[in-house]
């Protein structure tokens, strides 16, 4: 039997192909749209202008030189007359030095520290100057109001500590010492001492401020304030004895200014929500 038999073939070779049926009348006059399909054009700038970019970049360098510089002539100045503020710092304590090069480090390191406190409000002001034009309307307002009310609270928390916190703990845990040893006291040691009776409570005392931020955004309610203030006071004891030295007068004294804080924060972001209600009304 012949597999190529007209009608009877099993294989079919490349060449037989079925013919193409011819059209009808009605077809032959229909257009069939053909889809052209467009290759997907990117953006060949980039995601930021370059241009604003750099500007942007010219303005924070400009503004960190000027940080800088206030840095420096603040470092210089403390530096030069350390001799003359010294005492306040001791307090008339007498501190030893365990070695001749810790003298210039214990130097370096009490300058450093109060020419970054001097120089705050103006590293603070130049910051602001830099993120104002990028901010919102009411974000700007937010800031511009309280910027000034966050850095005042610090400058309380810090002076509550060195004037009450940082003398009564320093004479109760040295009181504790003398006891039953020569208590003597080496100067890195004072200074790490007072700077941890002083600036965590220059952070804490923006408790109200923090809170006013988190009610503007929606986060935070008066109403969850006070549902969860017993956890709160909970953790408001921890972290008093983990930034305070281990004595329960320090502590003490931490906490009772962090639960006022903590009320005061409750009243006023009460008082913003009936603000808010009276304003809608």
Excluded: C
Aim: net charge negative.
């Amino acid at each position: 039997m012949d597999p190529y038999e007209e009608g009877k073939r099993k294989y079919l070779s490349p060449l037989d192909k079925k013919e193409a049926e011819p059209l009808t009348p009605v077809e032959a006059f229909v257009e069939v749209p053909v889809e052209t399909i467009e290759p997907d054009t990117e953006a060949d700038g980039p995601l930021f202008p370059i241009a604003t970019l750099l500007e942007h970049l010219t303005e924070l360098r400009k503004q960190i030189i000027k940080g800088l510089i206030v840095f420096i002539l603040f470092f210089i100045i403390v530096f030069s007359t350390i001799n003359s503020w010294f005492p306040y710092v001791t307090r008339g304590h007498s501190l030893i030095i365990l070695g001749p090069l810790e003298v210039v480090k214990f130097y370096m390191t009490i300058s450093t520290t109060l020419a970054f406190g001097l120089s705050m409000p103006f590293l603070v002001h130049f910051l602001w100057s830099f993120v104002k034009p990028g901010l919102k309307e009411e974000e700007s307002r937010f800031l511009g109001l309280y910027a000034p009310v966050m850095l005042l609270l610090f400058l309380i928390g810090v002076a509550f500590g060195y004037f009450i916190v940082n003398p009564l703990s320093y004479s109760f845990l040295v009181s504790v010492g003398a006891a039953n040893f020569d208590v003597m006291v080496s100067a890195n040691e004072y200074m790490h001492f007072l700077v941890m009776t002083t600036v965590p409570l220059g952070l804490l005392f923006e408790l109200p401020v923090v809170a006013l931020f988190l009610s503007s955004l929606g986060v935070l309610t008066a109403e969850s304030m006070k549902k969860i203030r017993g956890w709160s006071y909970i953790g408001m004891g921890v972290g008093s004895a983990v930034i305070t030295p281990p004595d329960f007068i320090s502590q003490l004294l931490v906490l009772i200014p962090m639960i006022i804080l903590y009320e005061i924060s409750i009243y006023l972001v009460k008082r913003i929500e009936r603000k808010q209600i009276e304003s809608t009304a």
